[in-house]
Every structure is written in C-alpha cells, then in structure tokens.
C-alpha cells in the first residue's frame, strides 16, 4: 500500500499520469487530502468526477490522535504547512510509502519513504 499526496490525485484526474500506475497495489489518503483535493474552488467537473471515485477507490487513512501528535512534532521542528505535516505524519504512523511530487517538501523527515512517480516511475 501507498499513500498517494493531493498533488498526485489531481496529476491522475487530470491524465498526466496515467491511472494504470496505480492498477497493481492499494492506495490510500490522509483525509486532509480529500478536503485539499476536493475542495479546490476552480477544480473541474471532469476532474471533480475522476478524483471522487480515486478517492472511493482508496483506503481513508484516519486522522487520529498519534497522526494528530506525530504532526505537531514535524510542524514545530521541521516548520511544515498544516497540510504536509498531516500527510506525512499519517504515513509515518501507518509505515507505508508517500508518492508525491513535491518530494522536496518531504525528504528532511527522517524514516519517511517517498516515491516521486513522475520521475521515478516512468
């Protein structure tokens, strides 16, 4: 299983990556993906539809009070945004692989495995 970050739904409803990358294992979310994902204001239909089955496609990872801890602790000494904090700390606690693209935002968090599948995965 992987958790797949925001910028990743959206790259697969938008078809720069193709869905058959993720044809082959679980995927998952944090929740604050969805309300980041979902709650663009200027996203597409088109894109609203694709990105709403991706996400009944993939496992919700709850956002519990250890996932709630773990994120505080990276946002006071990493100074990450709400969001990323979030993520990360919902794959750390879950110990499952991050896609993203922003790999950057991520690569200073000790232990946490990220994959960029737009270079990576090609």
């Given at each position: 299983m992987v958790i797949l970050d925001?910028?990743?739904f959206v790259y697969l409803s938008?078809?720069?990556l193709d869905r058959r990358i993720i044809s082959d294992i679980d995927i998952a979310h944090a929740s604050i993906t969805r309300l980041e994902s979902l709650g663009y204001s200027n996203i597409l239909a088109n894109e609203l539809h694709l990105m709403s089955a991706l996400f009944n496609e993939s496992y919700n990872l709850a956002l519990t009070?250890?996932?709630i801890d773990r994120a505080i602790?990276?946002?006071q000494y990493m100074h990450m945004s709400l969001g990323d904090s979030i993520i990360a700390a919902t794959?750390?606690?879950?110990?499952?692989?991050?896609?993203?693209?922003n790999v950057n935002d991520f690569q200073h968090i000790e232990g946490l495995k990220l994959t960029n599948p737009l270079k990576d995965l090609r």
């Amino acid at each position: 299983m992987v958790i797949l970050d925001t910028n990743i739904f959206v790259y697969l409803s938008k078809g720069t990556l193709d869905r058959r990358i993720i044809s082959d294992i679980d995927i998952a979310h944090a929740s604050i993906t969805r309300l980041e994902s979902l709650g663009y204001s200027n996203i597409l239909a088109n894109e609203l539809h694709l990105m709403s089955a991706l996400f009944n496609e993939s496992y919700n990872l709850a956002l519990t009070d250890s996932v709630i801890d773990r994120a505080i602790k990276l946002r006071q000494y990493m100074h990450m945004s709400l969001g990323d904090s979030i993520i990360a700390a919902t794959a750390l606690e879950n110990d499952i692989e991050l896609w993203t693209a922003n790999v950057n935002d991520f690569q200073h968090i000790e232990g946490l495995k990220l994959t960029n599948p737009l270079k990576d995965l090609r």
